[in-house]
């Protein structure tokens, strides 16, 4: 491992839930995932990962993973998506994922569009449109709390506060 590659694995293992030999078993599934050799991974090469592959909501993980926008992810921004997950991971870093799912455009808030096209994803025809356009103003209305039309991360965590999923976290 050179100087440079060294000092990236130190500042992982420093800000992310893993171990260094934990990052190294890592940094091998990182490498088998890209295919093309490129030092990164584009969303088809992503979709291989068959736990992802199935989940209606892969495309999400993937804008979520890739942080500077560029299409596809990097070593260090697969550890850091990762590092929510990992057993070490808090419930804040879970919640600040899953709020991320549902913020698209990254501004730090969920519209109501944006909770309706998530929610689409997951739903798909099992709901008319109507439906769950009013499952969602509902939703928005019961936990916009500053009466702004749309949900902070703190609106966002007191919503699901008392949800199965969050006792689970």
């Given at each position: 491992m050179g100087?440079?590659?060294?000092?990236?694995?130190?500042?992982?293992?420093?800000?992310?839930?893993?171990?260094?030999?934990?990052?190294?078993?890592?940094?091998?599934?990182?490498?088998?995932?890209?295919?093309?050799?490129?030092?990164?991974?584009?969303?088809?090469?992503?979709?291989?990962?068959?736990?992802?592959?199935?989940?209606?909501?892969?495309?999400?993980?993937?804008?979520?993973?890739?942080?500077?926008?560029?299409?596809?992810?990097?070593?260090?921004?697969?550890?850091?998506?990762?590092?929510?997950?990992?057993?070490k991971g808090g419930r804040e870093e879970k919640l600040r994922f899953a709020f991320k799912v549902y913020d698209m455009d990254r501004d730090g808030f969920i519209s109501n569009g944006e909770l309706y096209l998530v929610l689409k994803q997951m739903v798909g025809n099992n709901l008319k449109d109507q439906q769950l356009q009013q499952i969602v103003d509902k939703t928005i209305m019961e936990a916009d709390k500053d009466g702004d039309g749309k949900l902070s991360f703190e609106e966002f965590a007191a919503m699901v506060e008392n949800t199965d999923i969050v006792k689970s976290v």
């Open positions: 100087q440079a590659e060294s000092t990236v694995y130190h500042s992982l293992e420093k800000n992310s839930n893993f171990s260094g030999p934990e990052l190294l078993r890592l940094k091998k599934r990182f490498m088998k995932l890209d295919k093309d050799g490129s030092g990164s991974i584009d969303k088809d090469e992503f979709l291989q990962i068959p736990q992802i592959a199935n989940n209606p909501l892969a495309h999400r993980m993937i804008a979520i993973f890739d942080e500077d926008g560029s299409g596809t992810v990097d070593f260090q921004e697969f550890v850091g998506g990762l590092s929510a997950f990992s057993s």
